[in-house]
């Protein structure tokens, strides 16, 4: 009956596997959520390979695994993802943004192609089920968790996901790109109430103006709409590989004056919502 979190990467663009990136993580984009029996993970980036040595350690043999999108830092972790090369394994995998890009298989199945990799998508052993959706729609995994999405604005798409169990909500917001000024209605409606919203803040207010068209946004656009929308907690997330640990330290005294109920996500952070 738990609902749980955690952060095995949390590092956006780029991994950075370096001495002054260690208090808050060099992988890239993966979570974990235990809820009502089930395990979901959220994005393949480089935190994938961590997780999956966890998944067989505790031969945990299913999961459902819904991306993003796929940019490399959100899937280039999945061929190093040694559960799905087990016969005995079963990952359900989906996406909202790719019925115009052959669907979710053919992306995964590219990137493990020649001449990029030498070890096709085939080679996986475990049972793999591919489904596309279209972002805003809305569905359940297995019998009590609801699951709602929204399309984001990023460079050939985003998804973000909002999971709700025994009346507990956790929004995953990542990657997109605000407007200077105007709140983004669909991720306002989306994390509405939420407990926990994980938001792309890879930019700061002032570095913003210099990377429009990224498709980021900032940690203060992060506070800004989980203020207006009554969320109790923000988990500031995607981390610029140029923001190494004294930056983010800062980042995190400056973020948490500005709104107490703001913080920054480290690799291997857990939370507990039930």
Request: charged share 25%; with cysteine.
């Amino acid at each position: 009956m738990s609902f749980k979190v955690k952060f095995w990467g949390v590092r956006g663009s780029i991994a950075t596997p370096s001495p002054r990136h260690i208090a808050f993580g060099g992988n890239t984009s993966c979570l974990e959520i235990a809820m009502g029996g089930e395990r979901i993970i959220l994005d393949a980036g480089t935190g994938i390979r961590n997780l999956g040595h966890w998944f067989l350690k505790k031969d945990l043999r299913r999961a459902h695994l819904l991306l993003s999108h796929t940019h490399w830092d959100h899937i280039n972790g999945f061929p190093f993802f040694s559960p799905a090369f087990r016969k005995d394994r079963h990952f359900h995998i989906m996406a909202g943004h790719l019925h115009a890009h052959g669907g979710i298989r053919t992306v995964l199945s590219s990137q493990m192609a020649n001449p990029t990799f030498p070890v096709p998508l085939a080679v996986m052993g475990a049972k793999l089920d591919f489904e596309d959706f279209r972002a805003g729609d809305k569905f359940n995994i297995g019998r009590s968790i609801k699951v709602r999405t929204a399309a984001l604005n990023h460079p050939d798409g985003a998804t973000g996901y909002r999971l709700e169990y025994r009346g507990k909500s956790v929004c995953y917001i990542t990657d997109t790109e605000h407007v200077i000024g105007k709140p983004d209605e669909k991720i306002l409606a989306l994390i509405e109430g939420a407990d926990v919203v994980i938001y792309d803040a890879t930019y700061t207010d002032d570095e913003f103006p210099g990377k429009i068209g990224w498709g980021h946004s900032t940690w203060q656009e992060g506070v800004r709409l989980c203020r207006q929308a009554g969320v109790k907690m923000l988990m500031i997330f995607h981390h610029d590989p140029d923001h190494e640990d004294l930056f983010m330290e800062r980042l995190e005294a400056e973020a948490r004056q500005m709104w107490p109920h703001a913080l920054v996500a480290r690799e291997n952070m857990r939370l507990n919502l039930l």
